[in-house]
Each structure stands twice: as structure tokens, then as C-alpha cells.
Nanobody, 127 residues
Framework: QVLLVESGGGLVQAGGSLRLSCAAS????????MGWFRQAPGKEREFVAAISALGGATGYTDAVKGRFTISNDNAKNTIILQMNSLEPEDTAVYYCAAASDIKSWPTIKSISGVNYWGKGTLVTVSS
């Protein structure tokens, strides 16, 4: 069992920045692909960004490319999502996700590929 705890959400004006963190409670952190999903009100949960188990690959949904950056800190069992140039359309609950590296790395980009979820952190971008 892996416990994922997100932090860093909040209210920000359009054009601003936020930094989300996700701490994972596992000694085998480098054996998990990690990622972020989001769910806006009335919409389905969607993939945002992911990083492979050893950090060698990253992926983003088109809507956030060039604005969001995902990174990991293996020493702290933490992943970071740096969000810049935020837009009102980015308003959502952001969920941290983990998938065993037994699965191929792109698997974490789909909801069905995720093994563990965090409880989410709310990001609100005002216009």
C-alpha cells in the first residue's frame, strides 16, 4: 500500500503560478511511475502530467505543455508539479497518482493504469 499526500493547492489569479507537491509513503519510490490528474466540476478526471519511475521520461497533456513541469525528488519520495501561466480552465482538484513500474511507463497516463491515488488538492484560478 502506498499513501500519497498532496499539498500546495490554493487560489491564484490568472497568469499566476502554483507548486503542487505529492509525498509518497514507500521505501520503493523509484519503482513507481508517478503522475498528476485533475477533475474539474462536472467533468471527468483527466491526465495532466507524469514522470517515469527513474525520472528519465516525462509526459504532458497538450493543454499544459509549456506551462507545467513535473519533476521528482527521490531523496524525499516526492514529486512536484510546477504550474505557471495558470488559466481559469486549470481550475480543478488535482490528484497525485502512482503506478507500479511492472507496468510500462505510458500506462500511468490512463486512469486504469493507476494503482494508488491521493485525496486531491484544490486549485482555483480566478479570471
Amino acid at each position: 500500500q502506498v499513501l500519497l499526500v498532496e499539498s500546495g493547492g490554493g487560489l491564484v489569479q490568472a497568469g499566476g503560478s502554483l507548486r503542487l507537491s505529492c509525498a509518497a509513503s514507500t521505501r520503493y519510490f523509484n519503482r513507481y511511475h508517478m503522475g498528476w490528474f485533475r477533475q474539474a466540476p462536472g467533468k471527468e478526471r483527466e491526465f495532466v502530467a507524469a514522470i517515469s519511475a527513474l525520472g528519465g521520461a516525462t509526459g504532458y497533456t497538450d493543454a499544459v505543455k509549456g506551462r507545467f513541469t513535473i519533476s521528482n525528488d527521490n531523496a524525499k519520495n516526492t514529486i512536484i508539479l510546477q504550474m505557471n501561466s495558470l488559466e481559469p480552465e486549470d481550475t480543478a482538484v488535482y490528484y497525485c497518482a502512482a503506478a507500479s513500474d511492472i507496468k510500462s511507463w505510458p500506462t500511468i497516463k490512463s486512469i486504469s493504469g493507476v494503482n494508488y491515488w491521493g485525496k486531491g488538492t484544490l486549485v482555483t484560478v480566478s479570471s
